[in-house]
């Protein structure tokens, strides 16, 4: 059962931008740390971002750093993950995780992740 659901995903040309975001109903994401993952075909599902429970720390791999942003949206129990400057090798589906630490380990660490969305499907393509 997935506690998480993501959206924001498509099809989008180099270059440009889209806005994943990861919200539930089941609980107040303010009480879990957050993690981005992706798996490309044929690859190993890999740690994209990461969130602290307060907002105040978040981590990069360095395939995305200065590309993507993660962010917390309280009000509305959601946290988005802005990605700019698209390239072909972005293209995988992206897993929203949430943990019950303050903040997951960095490189990210699938086996501290207890919810789990779907997926969204995010491809880059000309």
């Known amino acids: 059962q997935s506690h998480l659901v993501e959206s924001g995903g498509g099809l989008v040309q180099p270059g440009g931008s889209l806005r994943l975001s990861c919200a539930t109903s089941?609980?107040?994401?303010?009480?879990?740390?957050i993690g981005w993952f992706r798996q490309a075909p044929g690859k190993e599902r890999e740690g994209v971002s990461s969130?602290?429970?307060?907002?105040?720390?978040?981590n990069y791999a360095d395939s995305v750093k200065g590309r993507f942003t993660i962010s917390r949206d309280s009000a509305k129990n959601t946290v988005s993950l802005q990605m700019n400057s698209l390239k072909p090798e972005d293209t995988a589906v992206y897993y929203c995780?949430?943990?019950?630490?303050?903040?997951?380990?960095?490189?990210?660490?699938?086996?501290?992740?207890?919810?789990w969305g779907q997926g969204t499907q995010v491809t880059v393509s000309s």
């Open positions: 089941a609980f107040a994401l303010n009480y879990y740390a």
């Open positions: 969130i602290n429970r307060d907002g105040d720390s978040t």
């Open positions: 995780a949430a943990t019950p630490l303050f903040e997951g380990s960095w490189p990210l660490a699938q086996s501290e992740y207890t919810y």
